[in-house]
């Protein structure tokens, strides 16, 4: 809430203050304008775009108008050769869908409140939007009105999508009966454990097969402070308790016991495992396990792309993820420690929705479409230009080409991931395992239930303030825990932690009654 | 009516120059008036600004009722009368010495202190980290070389009124130092001809001629940043500190508090409303500071 960001959302309130006067009057002719176009296309539009799609033949796409599509996505930094790219990208669109696409990459930290401001103002070129249930979140928007439910579109223009994802994907989109989104296929399952240096663990005969839980590692780390002075044992920057671990099942701000048949909802941070996890922190920050500056650091890829951490918290743990993994240890061999058996997590990490302004919402489905089976332009966009960004090594697997101009390593932003290449050093059958974990995976008992917090937002926000001041600083272990903690559950307390959770178990409750029929 | 549009036809020029600001004015801070309806709506996107639905002063209650209002208050006036007396103080005497030292060098100096208005609170805090940082900070070596123990200074909200107000001193003073240097350059140099004729030393000049001249702007400043008393400086309170949970009793201010709080649930008619508020609370103590003002000397105030 800077100044420069208040001036800016004023700006943007300006916008649809003037908007929504001019609306009022404007609003239906733009109706009536927008309804015969938005058909007139879709009788000649459907047979062609399925022609575009199966035999990719020009002579298909002429039926259809030339239209400017916008999609806004996050990215981890500024791509230089960015501008190839689009010109690429948009040749195939150009010929398949006769769509000039405009590519609006955002850095990851600035998505969620460059978004916001984009749809306050009202998102007027905005056709294609990713989103997700951590940035930029789905249910919270989609319950706001800034998605166009996909039903139809989905019918018409998406077969192939809807075709290629198991029925689970859809079910896991749908909200209140209506689908605003295409997730991005990948994994959708979670295990959460340790990723180790192989050095490390060969050096000190770390025995995985005997740790089943974060203390098992006290001997290792042991170690490692006493031999190695300049290696970090354990390197983190917020929370990283494993709920899992001590058999709870932890959503957002509510928790419940997983073997508990009644759902009784409680606040975490008062649970006794939580002050057993908080010590544990404590200790290992008094012994110099973790890092000194855990509390002031924004995050920990610095200290972990050094090579000098010999171990840090991955909370996913994908099939084929130690390649990635290595790239962000320095280049140094990892192994993963999974300390949890694999859990559905859902689809919803990463999506693409459309749009309610889009004034081609059927096109933009066509290239939702299109990029989920489209091989050449899903690789394009993932990985680049072959020769100039990457070669190939073998026949799905490619190498990155060091220091190239585009390497955003986010292919699971645009689309299924298993429409495309797989990185240098993943198993050839990792999108087999993919499937199989999704599939094998264990549902939570509450999979599927999102409380609506309107009626408590005063307190929400109040317990957010409270848990920022406190969750870190307690996770990093800089603050004694019999002194601070009770402090912070008070503080929560007093913020209203009692009202969200009696709020939530009363939706609990009724969604349980709704949902079993 | 007709002695203004005789007024206007007068000073026709002077009004053409300023339209752009006015018109400035009139976009950005006129018309976005009607939107200060968010702060009292549960605002969606598809119902628009006015179609969402009326909860009156619902959104404003997150601010009063948490436990850190006291704190969050307390901290951003203090803070801001700090900035603002020390600011004024050290900027005054800066222009003083500056109108001393003529010529290229004080072309250098201003030169020198302006360049870190320039500078993101981002890059600043970045700066700071390289003084702070408890194992490599400058601070931490030079206290070690002195024999004394080294600090954690993210980790201790003792230190941090003193490191704050400089840090705000060190990238404001360009600017107001040379607000009050344009404001000396502009007093008429009979003053000082006479004055030097009467035989009065430089430093007398300076107190009997140059200060009492620059008090009008000096009142006209301060009265014009009472109106951000309730206003925190988000960059330098959140960049600086490195946003450590350690420190909040020291250094959160309304807007870092607010910006904890929705950073989640991103609610567009809570922070609406903060706004609001802030910009209520300010305009009152704008209002109440110009009376104050024209009650001691007329001549000061702004209106």
């Known amino acids: 809430m800077n100044r420069t960001q208040r001036t800016r959302i004023a700006a943007a309130v300006a916008l649809c203050a003037t908007m929504a006067v001019s609306a009022c009057g404007s609003n239906n002719s733009n109706g009536a304008s927008n309804a015969p176009s938005a058909s007139q296309p879709s009788d000649s539009a459907s047979p062609s775009a399925a022609a575009a799609t199966s035999s990719s033949s020009p002579s298909a796409s002429p039926a259809l108008e030339e239209v400017t599509l916008n999609w806004y996505y996050p990215q981890p930094s500024a791509q230089a050769d960015q501008a190839a790219i689009e010109e690429a990208f948009n040749k195939i669109t150009l010929e398949k869908l006769n769509a000039k696409v405009n590519l609006h990459p955002i850095d990851f930290g600035d998505y969620e409140q460059k978004m916001n401001t984009i749809f306050a103002a009202g998102a007027s070129d905005v056709d294609l939007v990713w989103t997700s249930n951590w940035s930029f979140v789905y249910s919270k928007n989609a319950e706001k009105g800034a998605f166009l439910s996909l039903g139809g579109l989905l019918d018409q223009y998406g077969k192939d999508i809807k075709a290629s994802m198991p029925d689970f994907v859809w079910t896991d989109v749908t909200l209140d009966g209506n689908i605003y989104a295409v997730p991005s296929y990948q994994v959708a399952a979670k295990r959460a454990g340790l990723v180790v240096q192989k050095r490390f663990a060969d050096k000190y005969n770390l025995d995985v097969s005997s740790i089943k839980k974060l203390a098992d590692f006290e001997p290792f780390f042991e170690e490692l402070k006493k031999n190695e002075p300049d290696i970090v044992p354990f390197a983190i920057n917020n929370n990283f308790m494993i709920s899992e671990l001590y058999g709870i099942v932890q959503s957002g701000s509510y928790a419940y016991y997983k073997d508990d048949p009644s759902l009784k909802l409680f606040t975490i941070y008062e649970s006794p495992e939580y002050k057993d996890h908080i010590e544990l922190d404590r200790r290992w920050y008094e012994k110099g396990y973790l890092n000194k500056d855990a509390a002031t650091i924004k995050d920990r890829a610095t200290l972990i792309g050094t090579g000098n951490a010999a171990a840090s918290i991955d909370v996913t743990m994908k099939p084929g993820g130690e390649a990635e993994a290595k790239k962000q240890f320095g280049g140094n061999d990892v192994i993963f420690v999974p300390l949890t058996e694999a859990e559905f997590t859902g689809v919803q990490p990463t999506m693409n929705a459309v749009s309610r302004t889009s004034a081609n919402p059927d096109r933009a489905m066509m290239l939702l479409n299109l990029i989920n089976t489209d091989s050449e332009l899903y690789n394009l966009i993932s990985f680049g230009i072959e020769g100039k960004h990457y070669t190939k090594i073998g026949d799905n697997t490619i190498r990155l080409i060091e220091g190239s101009g585009y390497s955003p390593l986010t292919n699971w932003v645009f689309g299924n991931i298993m429409n495309g290449f797989l990185l240098e050093g993943r198993p050839a059958d990792t999108f087999e395992q993919t499937k199989a974990l999704n599939e094998s995976a264990k549902v939570r008992a509450t999979f599927g239930f999102n409380p609506l917090l309107d009626d408590v937002k005063t307190e929400v926000a109040g317990v957010k303030a409270v848990e920022e001041q406190y969750i870190r600083m307690l996770a990093v272990g800089v603050v004694a825990p019999d002194k601070v903690l009770p402090e912070f559950i008070s503080k929560l307390k007093k913020a209203g932690s009692d009202k969200i959770l009696a709020e939530e178990q009363k939706q609990l409750d009724e969604w349980l009654k709704t949902s079993k029929k | ?303």
């Open chain 2, 1 to 303: 009516m007709k002695q203004e549009w005789k007024l206007f036809r007068k000073n026709g020029a002077l009004f053409t120059l300023s339209l752009p600001g006015i018109l400035y004015l009139f976009v950005i801070a006129y018309l976005p008036m009607a939107g200060i309806i968010v702060a009292f709506k549960d605002y969606r996107y598809d119902l628009g600004i006015f179609g969402s639905r009326w909860i009156g002063f619902k959104n404003f209650e997150f601010l009063f009722v948490s436990e850190s209002a006291f704190v969050i208050t307390r901290n951003t006036v203090l803070y801001n009368l700090g900035y603002m007396l020390i600011g004024t103080a050290a900027s005054l005497a800066v222009a003083l010495l500056l109108n001393e030292i003529a010529g290229r060098l004080s072309r250098f100096y201003q030169t020198v202190m302006f360049l870190p208005h320039f500078l993101s609170w981002v890059v600043v805090g970045y700066i700071a980290y390289a003084f702070l940082d408890a194992q490599s900070g400058f601070a931490n070596q030079a206290l070690q070389a002195l024999g004394l123990p080294p600090v954690d200074w993210y980790f201790d909200s003792r230190y941090w009124p003193y490191i704050l107000n400089p840090v705000h001193l060190w990238k404001s003073i360009g600017f107001s130092a040379l607000v009050y240097y344009a404001g000396i350059l502009g007093i008429d140099p009979d003053y000082y001809e006479a004055a030097r004729i009467d035989g009065a030393n430089r430093l007398q000049m300076a107190l009997r001629i140059t200060l009492p001249m620059l008090l009008p702007l000096v009142s006209i400043l301060l009265i014009v940043s009472t109106g951000h008393m309730f206003r925190g400086d988000f960059g330098l309170h959140y960049f600086i500190p490195n946003n450590s949970g350690l420190l909040y009793g020291a250094t959160d201010v309304i807007d870092t508090y607010v910006y904890r709080a929705l950073r989640v649930i991103g609610d567009f008619g809570m922070s609406s409303a903060v706004g609001l508020y802030q910009s209520i609370v300010g305009l009152g103590l704008v209002l109440a500071a110009n009376y104050t003002v024209r009650k001691l000397n007329p001549d000061n105030s702004l209106w």
